[in-house]
């Protein structure tokens, strides 16, 4: 595996000149597009590192899953979904157009960011510092990493230079999704999308999910087997954005991409893997970090189809 991974990054590394860093968020268009890197850990508890795995990026859109677990242990089921929906909806993440075409009008998933708001507003706190704590005890918890933090200059520039989510998050309260106070809700989702961690608390954090909720160390339930199939299922379907489709097709595993370049892979049963490839093509996703994964894919027969 070692041996194996280590080709695979420098064969692909020649995809980190395509595409370009998310500089839309001026602290993420710092990034180095030339990074790329990976960790496997498998149910055995062995750790594979290959590439530039030690740089540190920010969660982004990877945090969704996870926050939507929290937000499903907090209310249930139920609750959750008269919120936000199931399907995938083959727009950009950003987008706000159904939302106004829709009737009744809801976000159409919890990966795309109205849905992703709409899943963070549910998190339960009796204040806003409460709910970040919770929401970043999940993390460090799941990631075997207690240091686990937000990356503060991100956050500010993600808060400073959010206007697409303030106009989403203004719509979702208009229409009845978000309940509460909306700039509160929003920091909330900046610092969430701001926690900083490496290739190995990413592949810790999918590894999690694999094990349907387990602590692979402790042998202790930290979730529900259904809920962390619903999660698993949402990457699958909605993970990629508007490209989960093909990447399906191609790669056939339950992923998250984030605009800061990083990929969380969670194999049923099988391993966790975090990517970093900060490189973007024009849906948001890593284009040498899908390359790879497209190749470690085929080569260990891991698509779950």
């Not at 290959?50 to 982004?60: H, V």
């Not at 159904?98 to 960011?113: C, F, G, Q, R, V």
């Not at 809700?185 to 387990?214: H, P, R, W």
Request: charged share 25%; with cysteine; net charge neutral.
């Amino acid at each position: 595996m070692q041996l194996l991974l280590n080709n695979l990054v420098e064969k692909n590394r020649q995809w980190t000149k395509h595409g370009k860093v998310a500089n839309y968020i001026p602290e993420l268009g710092k990034m180095d597009s030339d990074r790329l890197g990976i960790v496997v850990v498998d149910t055995g508890r062995k750790i594979y590192r290959a590439g530039d795995y030690q740089t540190k990026l920010t969660m982004q859109s990877m945090s969704k899953p996870i926050a939507l677990l929290l937000a499903l242990l907090d209310n249930g089921e139920e609750k959750v979904f008269r919120k936000v929906g199931k399907e995938p909806t083959g727009d950009p993440f950003n987008s706000m157009i159904k939302l106004e075409t829709l009737n009744p009008s809801k976000p159409l998933n919890p990966m795309i960011n109205a849905g992703a708001i709409a899943v963070t507003s549910l998190i339960k706190g009796i204040s806003k510092e409460e709910k970040f704590f919770r929401i970043l005890d999940l993390f460090r918890k799941i990631s075997k990493n207690p240091n686990l933090d937000i990356n503060m200059d991100v956050y500010l520039s993600e808060k400073k230079t959010g206007d697409r989510n303030r106009s989403i998050a203004y719509f979702l309260r208009d229409i009845g999704i978000l309940e509460g106070d909306v700039e509160e809700i929003l920091d909330l989702y900046f610092k969430q999308c701001s926690i900083e961690v490496t290739c190995e608390d990413i592949a810790n954090m999918g590894m999690f999910l694999a094990n349907q909720g387990i602590d692979r160390e402790s042998g202790k339930s930290i979730a529900p087997m259904h809920l962390t199939q619903i999660v698993k299922t949402f990457m699958i379907t909605c993970g990629m954005y508007d490209a989960s489709g093909e990447f399906a097709i191609n790669v056939g595993i339950p992923s998250k991409s984030g605009v800061s370049g990083g990929i969380m892979c969670a194999v049923p049963n099988k391993m966790g893997i975090g990517v970093i490839g900060p490189s973007l093509d024009i849906k948001g996703n890593s284009i040498a970090g899908v390359k790879l994964l497209e190749d470690l894919s085929e080569e260990f027969k891991l698509s779950i189809f």
